[in-house]
């Protein structure tokens, strides 16, 4: 029984991620609105102020910007210049596209004050759900996706995905540790921005990808 309920799990882990993502972001929606939020975002706060530093913040600083559209855009030209034959920059690029606009739809609907009082950079905008958390985890989960399909050597396989796994996490503890976000905001973006990705994986990467194998 344990062994079909884990071959279950194996063979639908997307849509289990896609599902558990939902689940999650709508706990926290649910919550927001109802304005039961303040403890969690408290404690997570005060949680990642116990590192704080100059060096840990001058260090967060940077990896913040690396859930910056910007430098995304980087990432996939160089993905082009790689592999110029490819779709993995379209698919780079239109996935950014899209969580971006998807951001700016949720936070218009949401319409969520940023922190204040605490930041230590300058933001504008909303803050529900975090943008830099929904690109970070869209672009860099895809990039991992595709490094673990497509690079053969299984130290560069497992270094690309593990680093982009720790960006991805960085990222999100970087808005919370600059004040920007509060710690629900980026794990509503996270939890939404699995979803979305398990949905452009399985509706747009995976069929391309079966053809050329």
Not at 111 to 124: D, H, L, N, Q, Y
Not at 132 to 152: Q, V
Not at 179 to 186: E, I, M, P, R
Request: hydrophobic residues 55%; proline residues 4%; glycine residues 6%.
């Amino acid at each position: 029984m344990l062994v079909k309920i884990k071959n279950f799990c194996y063979r639908n882990r997307k849509w289990l991620l896609f599902f558990i993502g939902v689940i999650i972001f709508l706990m926290v929606t649910e919550d927001l609105l109802e304005q039961e939020l303040d403890a969690f975002d408290q404690t997570i706060y005060q949680m990642v102020m116990t590192v704080k530093t100059p060096f840990v913040t001058s260090f967060f600083k940077v990896v913040t910007n690396f859930g910056n559209a910007f430098w995304l855009i980087a990432i996939v030209l160089l993905l082009y210049l790689f592999y110029p034959k490819r779709p993995y920059s379209i698919w780079m690029l239109s996935n950014l596209i899209m969580i971006t606009l998807l951001n700016l739809g949720l936070k218009s609907i949401f319409m969520r004050p940023r922190p204040e009082g605490i930041r230590m950079i300058e933001e504008s905008g909303y803050s529900f759900p975090s943008g830099h958390s929904m690109i970070s985890m869209a672009c860099y989960g895809l990039l991992a996706y595709l490094a673990f399909k497509k690079i053969k050597r299984p130290t560069l396989r497992f270094f690309i995905c593990g680093l982009c796994f720790l960006l991805i996490l960085l990222v999100g503890v970087s808005r919370i540790y600059l004040g920007v976000h509060y710690a629900s905001d980026v794990l509503a973006g996270f939890a939404f921005s699995i979803s979305y990705l398990m949905i452009f994986i399985m509706g747009v990467v995976k069929p391309s990808l079966e053809l050329t194998e």
